[in-house]
Nanobody
Framework: QMQLVESGGGMVQTGGSLRLSCTASGRTFGTVNMGWFRQAPGKEREFVAAISWGGGTTTYADSAKGRFTISRDNAKNTMYLHMDSLVPEDTAVYYC??????????????WGQGTQVTVSS
């Protein structure tokens, strides 16, 4: 089973940008659809974005469309989430996880420890 490590979080002001990374161990990363989820304090974990195993298909939550870009580099076993125009509502712990189903929105497998994103107003 893949081990996932998220990084790149931090504190930014409204309108700022961050790039999150998700690095996987093991040889199966390049064969699995992957997604980003987030969990804000007091809220349930929610879907943010996902990318197919080859990178050719992406899908986003409405809140992420036009501001976030998901990508992956299978040679580096790494997935990215570039976030622009951040707002305080984006404050959350961000996680990566496999999303193997056809909708690419249902997580399956182990979660990493997450990376904290804090957006100040």
């Amino acid at each position: 089973q893949m081990q996932l490590v998220e990084s790149g979080g931090g504190m930014v002001q409204t309108g700022g940008s961050l790039r999150l990374s998700c690095t996987a161990s093991g040889r199966t990363f390049g064969t699995v659809n992957m997604g980003w989820f987030r969990q804000a304090p007091g809220k349930e974990r929610e879907f943010v974005a996902a990318i197919s195993w080859g990178g050719g298909t992406t899908t986003y939550a409405d809140s992420a469309k036009g501001r976030f870009t998901i990508s992956r580099d299978n040679a580096k076993n790494t997935m990215y989430l570039h976030m622009d125009s951040l707002v305080p509502e984006d404050t959350a712990v961000y996680y990566c996880v496999p999303v193997p189903g056809p909708t690419m929105r249902t997580p399956s497998g182990s979660w990493g420890q997450g990376t904290q994103v804090t957006v100040s107003s």
